[in-house]
């Protein structure tokens, strides 16, 4: 069956978001022409605002206002400039903010190193950390890009690339998440957790 114009174009749009294939596409677009006026107008808007009321800090790549230069958290004077978390995503500033007890700053690296997908170093914000770091009065660069094989390989190029400051590099711990059983956890976990074990004090 061909559809018209405007629900196949709006079927291929869903479809190049990520976790969207052509049948969810497809349910959204019929949703959306069978919805009040009022929805597929707010989710326009929304659209719009995203693109040109958003930005990214200037010092950390988080996102902030349009026409902020700087985000709230390195704007914020209490929080300690001595210590940077270098995450993958703005998603993950949001995770650690959730928790309340880290008060350092941040580094937002918009990706994480792939040779097979051709993101190289120059592909993510690498350069402006080093360039944070080079400028002083950094003290530890926290790696906190997650568990996964270009997420390692990320955290172990940066931690090379830091060496030359003499700045302390950590790594955020891994290991058995809080009400896990021992026998569903996996042979990495187990490995990690019985690795960074710590002294009972």
Do not use: W
Not at 51 to 61: D, L, S
Not at 115 to 131: F, S, T
Not at 142 to 151: H, V
Request: a negative charge; proline letters at 6%; glycine letters at 8%.
């Amino acid at each position: 069956m061909l559809l018209p114009e405007p629900i196949q174009k709006l079927i291929n749009a869903f479809e190049r978001l990520p976790g969207i294939g052509p049948k969810s596409a497809s349910r959204l677009a019929f949703y959306l022409l069978r919805a009040p006026e009022d929805i597929p107008q707010d989710l326009s808007e929304a659209l719009n605002d995203l693109k040109n009321k958003v930005a990214f800090c200037e010092e950390c790549f988080n996102i902030t206002e349009a026409g902020r230069a700087r985000c709230e958290i390195c704007e914020n004077t209490r929080r300690d400039g001595s210590v940077i978390c270098v995450v993958e995503e703005a998603l993950d500033v949001l995770a650690l903010e959730r928790i309340g007890a880290y008060q350092g700053k941040y580094h937002v690296l918009h990706g994480v190193l792939s040779p097979i997908e051709g993101v190289g170093p120059d592909d993510i914000k690498v350069k402006p950390l080093l360039e944070r770091v080079a400028r002083g009065g950094v003290k530890e660069v926290i790696l906190a890009t997650n568990p996964s094989m270009e997420g390692d390989a990320t955290a172990l190029y940066l931690q090379g690339q830091l060496k030359p400051y003499g700045v302390h590099v950590t790594r955020l711990a891994r290991g058995l998440p809080v009400g896990g059983d021992l026998e569903y956890a996996d042979q990495n976990t187990l490995l990690r957790a019985l690795s960074g074990r710590q002294e009972m004090s």
